[in-house]
């Protein structure tokens, strides 16, 4: 047993989602806290290989390409092969896979030592399991971030206080962005779900709430869509930016300096919470009690509305209403610019 002692997490729920991999932070937080002399290896989709990387108790992050392998297994079988050899390089005294999928115990198999993972009436997939030395029991009712806490602390054997949340980044890690003008706000409004989509024409009366109080607006994007989206935003003030493709780490700095955030459910959203910084997060098809954005400056806002939240992709909602989707006249611009004050300030 080595006292530098290292163990290799996999990235929860599903390799393909960035706010997934951020829920995992605090738990290797907790562990250090428990025991200083912890280390981490991380095996994580390589898209995301930013986010354990800023951990300062990550030692080694191994990526994997499972959204690019799954399409043409064959075509990449040496790269697969790689990634396996990396994973076999280590001796660790816990394998965690905090994902519960069949595909995340794959890789779990191929690490060397003794195994944890959650048990077949707490995972996702309960064939994952089998791939098991030790099983966890962790209620499916918790939200995602404490399933995980749950998971790292029964596995390693330590008590941590669920009360305090610390995502392990740090401020000083960060260069503040010396060309982005302060104070300044970031808006978040790329997501995947054509329902998870905060109507345009609450983000036109964002903007100006927020440049007529005296900020500069960030806006980064990740697709054409959300490019053009921005561009048409940065076209009601000079005071509105669009941000060059930028990097998970640059976008971190970012976001880890802004006076605050507004996003939707998304990745990026979870990130910023993870930042520390004052945001607020808009749910409305989707539910912020199992996998909202969480944070020491975070305002996960709920949709009061009677079918919200759907879990639908798109909005079938059929009453005629003033914005779309429908459930988002729910939570107006005004609302929304007055929870980020407060915790603005």
């Not at 994997?64 to 390089?89: E, G, T």
């Not at 003033?322 to 006249?329: E, I, M, N, R, T």
């Amino acid at each position: 047993i080595r006292r530098q002692r290292q163990m290799c997490i996999r990235d929860r729920i599903k390799t393909s989602s960035m706010g997934d991999v951020v829920h995992a932070l605090p738990a290797v937080t907790d562990a250090v806290m428990a025991n200083p002399t912890i280390s981490f290896d991380w095996v994580v989709e390589e898209s995301f290989k930013d986010i354990p990387e800023m951990h300062p108790s990550v030692d080694r992050v191994i990526p994997v390409a499972v959204r690019k392998w799954r399409k043409a297994p064959f075509k990449y079988l040496s790269d697969i092969r790689s990634s396996i050899k990396d994973i076999k390089k280590g001796k660790y005294d816990v394998v965690i896979d905090a994902q519960g999928l069949i595909k995340s115990a794959f890789f779990t198999h191929f690490a060397r030592g003794e195994k944890y993972g959650l048990s077949k009436t707490s995972a996702r997939e309960p064939l994952a399991s089998m791939a098991y030395d030790y099983k966890v029991d962790v209620p499916k009712g918790l939200h995602a971030i404490e399933r995980v806490r749950q998971l790292f602390a029964r596995s390693i054997g330590y008590e941590f206080n669920s009360d305090a949340l610390s995502y392990g980044l740090r401020k000083n890690d960060f260069i503040e962005p010396a060309l982005l003008t302060q104070p300044y706000v970031v808006f978040l409004h790329g997501t995947t779900w054509a329902s998870k989509h905060w109507p345009i024409e609450y983000w036109k009366e964002l903007v100006l709430k927020a440049t007529n109080k005296g900020f500069s607006i960030y806006l980064p994007w990740g697709t054409i869509a959300e490019q053009k989206r921005a561009e048409e935003l940065s076209r009601l003030s000079k005071d509105v930016h669009v941000l060059p493709r930028s990097s998970i780490k640059q976008l971190a700095g970012i976001l880890m300096h802004a006076r605050g955030v507004v996003g939707v459910d998304s990745g990026l959203s979870h990130l910023a919470a993870a930042c520390g910084t004052a945001v607020v997060t808009l749910y409305g098809s989707t539910s912020a009690i199992l996998t909202g954005t969480m944070g020491e400056k975070n305002t996960a806002l709920q949709a009061a509305f009677k079918c919200s939240p759907c879990l639908r992709k798109e909005c079938d909602y059929s009453i005629p209403t003033d914005v779309q989707p429908a459930c988002y006249q729910e939570l107006a611009p005004k609302a929304v610019w007055g929870q980020l004050e407060v915790l603005m300030k």
